[in-house]
């Protein structure tokens, strides 16, 4: 049992991949952002890599431990301490009974994630523990935790002193830049080429009013091709406005002129278009970068996209693990 | 225009998209539901889910069982065994939603936005009805209330209905609210471009509103068998037919969904025919107006 002190900024029960299956009828899949962090952080504590644990965003919260128990922090540096001491990322750790843990302000990444051996006991909902708290849906009651909640726990079998190899650890910006995958599609063709060239050559800026529904960022305008401009008028009157469509997660929106990353509690459809996706296997990173950090963007191929999944899919895996 | 051959275009490493056509229409939807139930048929390995819109199909895969290729293969074949839009038999329930028109809280709503945000709005019904050349608010109950409605998507917000209707005597058009809403009550009714919609919970909204139903569309707590298990009530391919009722009957019926004995009113036997449907609305003289 997680006896809940303080809640930090926003923390959530999350699972993995999530409410998959009901993007017809709207529900995102949430999960956590940093899925590569959270599946080592489970696997560290001998759990299913998608089991639930705790997603905290810049400012983490403080947890009494209400028995003994294995846990792992995982991502964001978040300067976490076990009644006073220092403990480290990427490794499990043995707490005692009424042990408090601490995670402070993230210095190093956005999202830390506390797993816990055995997972935290969180109904289903539509398959899933992960929290949707605009629609009060997932965790354990549909919202973020609380101050003195109590987080049920299962059994586990984990054991202290395993750590994640360097080699297999996401690398977190030290410049405040972050190289982004990005494919293109599917409605690349409305944009023009100057307005491709633009966009790939920009330091795009993660603007403030950012979310787990959606990433603002801050640049210049773009330029389009007839498509956008030449079309039926019930596809709107802005030029990137197009048809309702069903919005790819990761989908680099275009409302109006300003593009939003589409991220894990996003809408699942709507009248803009999308021109770029940022395939899954960079959504770790999209977890990590802070507002006012920048945002440059690689165009990469489908078939590129999918083997970079593959490679991160096999290093959330217990090869990535020494003792 | 709808396309001679559909349009494939990827969405990152999992994700393709389907273009039938960039106009609305609703042959276009059908196409794009059409797909979306051979899909599910098909069992085809690495289907992960899709989610028809109005002129597209969204396809999610798992690129570990599926090329992109193989997938874009797969739905060119689905598409050709489909054949004509016009043999296609959807899965279609029919809900009845009771609608109190013009009710004192959407107009609560409108009002609390005249005050804050645009003084000179006019009253919602009373804009549509004179935007779309109907006598009054009372005619335009009777157009909105006298069409069956096509539930064309989901989206925006979870269980948030994207409706279209089905007669086209019914067809009415007006803009969002400019700007939107900070606010809107659970369950009222509106519309925006040509799409008319139920408000699942309370959310900012931009269409115009002109009544409410007290049959919840939303169900987290699983109270009413009615959802099947599910969070929200409808499916792509349902349809909706709003009953205007009384005050009397609004408050009879909210008590019922209070104390968890409301009866949903759901047909579930039939088959939505296109061809029937078509050969249907071309009978029909488009101009008149109930």
């Known amino acids: 049992m997680l006896e809940i002190i303080k809640p930090g900024l926003e923390t959530s029960i999350q699972d993995f991949p999530g409410r998959i299956g009901y993007w017809d009828q709207g529900f995102p899949p949430s999960g956590p952002m940093d899925n590569w962090s959270f599946r080592l952080g489970n696997i ?138 990005a494919v293109a599609g599917p409605n690349d063709d409305w944009i023009d080429e100057a307005g491709h060239a633009q966009f790939l050559a920009t330091e795009w800026k993660l603007e403030a009013r950012s979310d787990r529904t959606g990433y603002r960022l801050d640049g210049p305008d ?48 709507g009248g803009f278009i999308c021109p770029y996706t940022v395939p899954s296997a960079a959504f770790w990173k999209l977890g990590q970068i802070k507002p006012n950090e920048f945002l440059c963007f690689k165009k990469i191929s489908v078939e590129e996209a999918q083997a970079l999944r593959r490679t991160l899919d096999d290093m959330c895996n217990e090869t990535s693990i020494e003792s | 225009m709808i396309f001679d051959e559909p349009n494939f275009s990827p969405g990152g490493d999992r994700y393709i998209t389907v273009e039938f056509g960039n106009e609305m229409n609703l042959e276009l939807n059908f196409k794009a539901q059409g797909l979306a139930g051979a899909l599910r048929e098909a069992g085809t390995k690495g289907l992960v889910e899709s989610a028809p819109c109005f002129a597209s199909l969204l396809v ?82 009777r157009v909105h209330s006298g069409s069956e409605y096509w539930v064309a998507s989901l989206g925006f917000w979870p269980g948030l209905p994207f409706l279209q209707p089905l007669d086209p005597r019914a067809m009415i058009t007006c803009p969002k ?57 409808f499916r792509p391919g349902d349809r909706i037919k709003y009953q205007p009722v009384t005050r009397d009957a609004y408050d009879a019926a909210e008590r019922k969904i209070k104390d968890g004995s409301y009866i949903y009113n759901i047909v579930e036997y039939q088959k939505f025919s296109v061809r029937n449907y078509k050969n249907w609305i071309n009978k029909l003289d488009k101009s008149e107006r109930f």
């Open chain 2, 60 to 141: 999610h895969y798992e690129p570990r069982d599926i090329s992109y290729g193989d997938m874009v293969t797969e739905l060119k074949s689905l598409i050709s065994s489909l054949g004509s839009t016009n043999d296609l038999e959807l899965d279609s329930r029919l809900f009845t939603f009771e609608t109190l028109y013009f009710d004192p809280w959407t107009k609560e709503c409108i009002d609390d936005y005249r005050k804050k945000i645009n003084p000179d709005k006019e009253y919602d019904p009373d804009f549509v009805a004179r935007l779309n050349g109907l006598e009054d608010r009372h005619q335009l109950m």
């Open chain 1, 222 to 269: 773009w330029t389009f091709t007839e498509k956008a401009t030449d079309k039926p008028p019930e596809n709107g009157v802005f030029p990137s406005n197009i048809i309702d469509q069903g919005y790819p997660l990761g989908a680099i929106n275009l409302c109006g002129q300003k593009p939003i990353i589409l991220v894990n509690d996003g809408p699942s459809m």
């Open chain 2, 177 to 233: 609210y400019n700007p939107p809403r900070t606010w809107t009550p659970q369950g009222a009714v509106g519309m925006g471009g040509s799409a008319s919609s139920i408000y699942p919970v309370a959310t900012p909204g931009g269409y115009q509103l002109f009544g409410r139903t007290p049959v919840p569309i939303w169900d987290p707590d699983k109270r009413f068998d009615a959802f099947d298990g599910d969070i929200v009530l």
């Open chain 1, 44 to 181: 560290l504590v001998s759990n299913d890599a998608g089991a639930p644990g705790l997603e905290a965003q810049f400012m983490g919260p403080t947890i009494k431990f209400q028995q003994d128990s294995v846990i792992a922090l995982t991502g964001a540096d978040m300067m976490s301490k076990l009644d006073g001491e220092s403990i480290a990322n990427w490794q499990s750790i043995a707490v005692k009974a009424g042990q408090t843990l601490v995670m402070g302000p993230a210095i190093k990444g956005s999202r830390g994630y506390l797993a816990v051996s055995g997972g935290i006991d969180a109904p289903s909902w539509l398959g899933s523990a992960s929290t949707f708290h605009k629609a009060s849906v997932g965790g354990l009651d549909g919202s973020a935790i609380q101050a003195g909640q109590v987080l049920p726990v299962k059994a586990g079998s984990g054991k202290a002193g395993r750590r994640v190899k360097d080699a297999c650890q996401p690398q977190f910006s030290s410049d405040k830049k972050w190289q982004i995958e």
